[in-house]
């Protein structure tokens, strides 16, 4: 699991690998706002503070100032919105001139060879995107996958209440943690059928109240469909009719012939 961290500061983005700790795999430079300090409103040239996650991705087949490609954060997410916060249109992207440091509108800007070779440690919709001014012990990120007694509280909360527990199977399961901002974040493959599989995220942000301890404030989620078996299990069998191969479906209730060359392309049948 990766985590994308840009320190304004040192106007760097870093690729951060979790395993038992933090550990640099990657980094770059990269350009933020023209204007210093956390963005309050639109068109006030700031690059945003927080946790942040890649909402979608856009191509280009030639370069513009943009470069070929950019990644479209979150901006506002659930905590700046709180905040009173606004403006949108903050992405991570290349650009068709030289790098000059605090040059964007907002964005964070890389050389388009560098933004090329971050996109192999992105996962959408699960990687952090973590802005800071300055990484310090005062600003610490905490990255921690949850212990064993934590896992079916998480569980619960990340999904709705539609869905069963026992139908999830997490591919990865954690919190991040930075000041104030707090998430949680699974990416996990659900059976909502015998027969259909799906590959799911779930976000949730979440607050602490010293009164009432972490309260679930926002629940984000998507799941799309990884396979999709029919109703009922069929066999595919090889026969000769006519001097020529045909295949016969044979389901539980019935058998149903098909002619081979209706079904061109269709080849290595396993029964």
């Known amino acids: 699991m990766y985590l994308i961290l840009v320190e304004k500061n040192f106007q760097r983005l870093r690729v951060l690998e979790f395993g038992n700790e933090l550990r640099v795999v990657a980094e770059y430079p990269c350009a933020t706002g023209e204007n210093l300090g956390i963005k309050e409103i639109r068109g006030d040239s700031k690059t945003p503070e927080g946790i942040y996650f890649i909402t979608q991705i856009f191509r280009d087949t030639k370069i513009t100032i943009f470069g070929d490609r950019a990644f479209h954060l979150d901006y506002p997410n659930f905590f700046d919105r709180d905040a009173g916060r606004n403006g949108d249109g903050i992405f991570i992207h290349g650009t068709n001139k030289v790098l000059q440091p605090y040059s964007t509108n907002g964005c964070i800007t890389l050389a388009n060879h560098d933004l090329d070779h971050l996109e192999q440690f992105i996962n959408q919709l699960t990687t952090p995107v973590v802005i800071v001014q300055e990484f310090d012990s005062r600003n610490k990120i905490n990255i921690a996958k949850l212990t064993e007694n934590d896992f079916s509280l998480a569980k619960s909360l990340l999904l709705t209440e539609e869905i069963k527990p026992e139908n999830i199977e997490y591919n990865y399961l954690y919190i991040v943690n930075l000041g104030s901002q707090t ?21 949730l942000y979440l607050k602490y109240w010293p009164t009432e301890g972490w309260i679930a404030s926002q629940r984000l989620w998507r799941a799309s469909p990884l396979q999709i078996y029919p109703e009922f299990p069929f066999k595919v069998l090889m026969a000769r009719k006519s001097q020529s191969r045909a295949l016969t479906a044979a ?14 392309g269709l080849t290595n049948l396993v029964p």
């Open 251 to 264: 389901t539980q209730t019935e058998n149903t012939s098909i002619a081979a060359n209706s079904m061109p």
């Open 183 to 203: 998430v949680a974040v699974g990416d996990f493959i659900y059976r909502p059928f015998n027969r259909s599989i799906m590959r799911g995220a779930s976000r």
